[in-house]
């Protein structure tokens, strides 16, 4: 399998150092092969060839077999113009590699439910639900316009998908909840939104020819009600853009830690990228004080998404269980009478609780 590199900028290099030692102990257990390109994005590559996302990088990652990203950006490339910041470049690669569903996993693991701002029946023995986000459509993506009148100005935007969109995602929930319990939310806003009509049409006859599914809807604004009232209810959640961006980051926040929180995004084939959804860190860069484990449960989604490769996936979940067991906490998931340790050091526990 080639994996395309991208360690980008402040502590992404090093959550993705972390990441690869453990992806080695996967080698040697499961006798496949990882070959790696590293590659630059984000304020590195401005430094060394004046854009964000620099050709060499496309052509890499596309014909790679899945792109591992650290996290990009920091404050001495903030004054640049929007299109020549770090973030910029990860915008482009995911146009460039056509990927449309963005995977948030909200996962609480019960060792650090005290993370979390839910209280302890709410929370039972933990969250474990998918946010599925339509990635490349919808109010981002229509046309949208200002016009000048009489008192002021008036302006839009539009939210408008086609049944290919829809379907194309709806088919990555079903296969996605597949993996998990088989149970997808379809989450729009049908009493009011034409749009969400749509949606809601062509996710029931989907769900009429995937009869292995159990289809439900609700409209976004009960989801996030539901979502902190009884987020247990949940498995797979699939949405439209907006709303999706907003419930996935309300979702995450159910689990408490930045540093824990792995995302995936995928297109039609198997290529996908993979990473935290953190940033740079710059606070923390170079200190070693940085959680890798969003990034390394970040590489078990890619072994599971882009390799097919469930057992591996499973093996460094439960190595990452097994290390907040024993008691070991990076400073941001650091709690009373646990063992603080560095980035090193956990990569080197999860690296350990594999073999
Ligand atoms: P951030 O996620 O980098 O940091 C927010 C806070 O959480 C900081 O206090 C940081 O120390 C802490 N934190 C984040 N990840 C952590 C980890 N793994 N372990 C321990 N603590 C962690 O968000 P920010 O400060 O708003 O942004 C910093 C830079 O990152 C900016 O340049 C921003 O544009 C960029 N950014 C990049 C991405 C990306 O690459 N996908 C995402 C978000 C922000």
Known sequence: ????????????????????????VVTRQSGCSFEYREVLMGGRAIDETGVPLPQETIDVCKASDAVLLGAV????????????????GLLSLRKALEVFANLRPAV?????????????????????????????GGLYFGEKKRVDTADGQKAWDT?????????????????????????????????VLESSRLWREVATRLALENKDIAMDYMYVDNAA???????????????ENMFGDILSDEASMLTGSLGMLPSASIGAGKLGIYEPIHGSAPDIAGQDKANPL???????MMLRYSFDMENEAVMIENAVRKVLDQGYRTLD?????????GTQKMGELVCKALE
């Open 294 to 300: 969003a990034t390394v449960m970040s590489a078990a």
């Open 1 to 24: 399998m080639k994996i395309a590199l991208i360690p980008g900028d402040g502590i992404g290099i090093e959550v993705i150092r972390e990441t690869v030692k453990v992806l080695d």
């Open 225 to 239: 009600m539901q979502l902190v009232r009884n987020p247990r209810q949940f498995d797979v959640i699939v949405t």
């Open 108 to 136: 609480l693991f019960p060792q650090l439910k005290s993370a979390s701002t839910l209280k302890e029946e709410v929370l039972g023995d933990g969250i474990d639900l998918m946010v599925i986000r339509e990635l490349t």
């Open 159 to 191: 939210m408008v998908y086609s049944t290919h969109e829809i379907e194309r995602i709806i088919k990555v929930a079903f296969q996605i909840a597949r993996k998990r319990s088989g149970k997808v939310t379809l989450v729009d806003k049908a009493n």
């Open 333 to 341: 998931i650091m709690q009373p009478g646990m063992k603080a340790v």
């Open 73 to 88: 950006g920091g404050p001495q490339w903030d004054t640049l113009p929007g299109h020549l910041r770090p973030e910029a």
